[in-house]
């Protein structure tokens, strides 16, 4: 087990000169940590300050900041560890954090349980790039959404995903839903000849959500999908880490974290990295040129980050959604590469042939791309 | 019990015309219920769209919208209802939060279970404002913190909470902190002769949070405090209908929420109104002229939202700090009047006399303002 004393964090500053920046992130070293004015932190808890290690302009108006805080300050606790990131200074403007310390990151958090490689098995599809859709909308009885899916898998889709407002309503509760789902899938199968995986949503209260996981396992789902924002990032990691079924991850509550470019996190780092290193297997992201306003540059890099070599860390499978067309797969193949899980919604449903049909040209479009 | 069958969302939309403003409108409608297009959406889930009830502009460039949702979509689901209020439209720009039906809130929500009522027979301080400091800073042992503690109770003041970076470090384990910081306090009482109220910090991870919060009754804590935007919102809620122990609620990790003018949550709101109703006794809030940066009719109103009629909801106490001057006092009390608990930590710790002297000196000007 590595270890170390402290960890380097950094932030991205706005500020109107070096001198302002210097004084703001010196401002950081304090609030991050001993939360004390200086003249009255005891000599025993000196240790604990935060530490700028670093300072360098990166932009108009920008500075990058490296601060190391005491590894002792989090002592393994990972809400601790966001707390320390961006807890007051979360109400900070212009303050956004880019990146922490990898090894660190990792003798914290233990990344994926199963990670790319388990669910390319899982659906013996050894290189192309995957197939995703939500079963939706909310409103539908457990039969309809079963019939649903039960179109889908006959079409050969890899994963079926509930739409993230599928919780345990009275029109379609928890129980009924995915055994009817898992039993329609199961059917499919037969159809295409090929596995199709289902993730149920287990959002819920956080006081619950570990029963809903394993019921989700008894019944036979492949997986579950959580919006980590609404269950806190730490509920992830602890479902995680039973390894009991693959977590795909929505972005659902966490827009204000990465919207604004100067304040937050730098979405590739939050959702690439963070999501990544608290467990999820799959991260789904807001794609360019949807309903969502992140540019294609910045989904690139996102979409790298999910995959790149970290440390112990499996790779998560990227996951562009959000708005993306059926007609536009190879555009999105072209820019990401195979290594990719592509979400289509909406745009499957509008299909004039129906969610079979869909499905099959989703897949065609994925298997001509394969090298 | 009362019912409806939609609950009413207020929003305040950017745009740069009416006709954007409407556009967009519509899209929160589709996006935050059932998330098909509407020429995909089957008539057995039509009743679950959300429906635009108003939209009138309220400055320049913005509009303020009403959204009617389906209380089904929710299904008394506190996370779901988070989900629908503000899940994927949180990746928008220029979408705000300002307001949920309170009636529907009220049912879905407990809100305090304690309220200012019960904190001020527990002190027996009927009338006057109440005052607040942090035990701090983290690397202090539990004995060390114990003994500020004991400074600050002899010296009178109301309620001492932990700083919220101290979880259960190796430097003051949680059972052995809360045990030497209750026996302190206890002590102090004895030369006081009054209450003085201990909440150990408690937040930590949401599966085991539960298990702190007992151990903190179990230890003779007055209260816990939580960080519920670390925790998940609804993990407050689920603590604070046990009716265990009052919850104080503090802002770390939240900013990002609330800091951007057009997007978010507005800070009145979301402080003062949804953290109240999920279950928040008492609101830590950032105080204008301190390390933040909200101004001050921003505080007055959040301040006076805590404490307003709204429905069956018992008052939270509003709470400022992050970096209020011992000196200002006075000025803070004018401007909200003795029905808030008054934060202070570094400037107390900054008091050449002491902890003591400093919280003799805060009541002091306390009690001079009692009506």
């Excluded at 393994?76 to 966001?82: A, M, N, S, T, Y």
Aim: hydrophobic residues 35%; proline residues 6%.
């Amino acid at each position: 087990m590595k270890s170390r004393k402290t960890f380097r964090t950094d932030y991205r500053i706005s500020a109107s000169s070096a001198d302002e920046a210097k004084d703001i992130a010196e401002s950081l070293c304090i609030e991050q940590s001993v939360e004390i004015p200086l003249d009255a932190l005891p000599e025993s808890a000196a240790g604990f300050l935060g530490r700028l290690s670093g300072l360098e302009p990166c932009g108009e108006q920008q500075w990058e900041a490296a601060i190391d805080y005491s590894t002792e300050s989090v002592s393994g606790d990972p809400v601790q560890f966001l707390n320390v990131l961006y807890g007051n200074c979360s109400l900070y403007p212009g303050i956004c954090v880019t990146g922490v310390d990898s090894v660190y990151l990792n003798t914290l958090l233990q990344g994926p349980s199963f990670g790319i490689k388990a669910i390319r098995t899982a659906l013996s599809v050894p290189r192309r790039a995957l197939s995703c859709t939500a079963l939706k909308p909310i409103g539908l009885s457990p039969d309809e959404l079963a019939e649903r899916a039960f179109r889908f898998t006959k079409g050969g889709i890899d994963i079926i995903k509930d739409d993230h407002g599928l919780t345990s309503q009275a029109s379609a509760p928890f129980r009924q839903r995915v055994t009817a789902c898992v039993e329609a899938v199961r059917k499919g199968e037969q159809f295409s000849g090929k596995r199709t995986l289902y993730f149920p949503n287990i959002t819920t209260s956080a006081l619950t959500i570990g029963a809903r996981f394993e019921e989700a396992a008894e019944l036979g789902a492949d997986g579950v999908m959580i919006c980590p924002q609404l269950t806190g990032l730490e509920t992830m990691h602890a479902l995680a880490r039973k390894k009991l079924l693959p977590v795909m991850a929505h972005p659902s509550f966490s827009g204000a974290y990465v919207l604004h470019p100067d304040h937050g996190f730098s979405p590739a780092f939050y959702y690439g990295t963070l999501w990544r290193a608290f467990g999820a297997d799959m991260i789904i992201y807001p794609n360019a040129g949807g309903r969502f306003s992140f540019d294609a540059a910045f989904c690139k890099e996102l979409n790298r980050r999910c995959r790149e070599e970290l440390e112990d860390f499996k790779p998560s499978f990227p996951s562009p959604g959000g708005g993306i067309d059926r007609t536009t797969v190879s555009r999105w193949l072209a820019e990401y590469g195979n290594e990719t899980l592509f979400l289509i919604g909406g745009s499957l449903y509008q299909h004039p042939g129906g969610e079979e049909k869909a499905a099959i040209e989703f897949q065609q479009e994925l298997e001509k791309n394969e090298q």
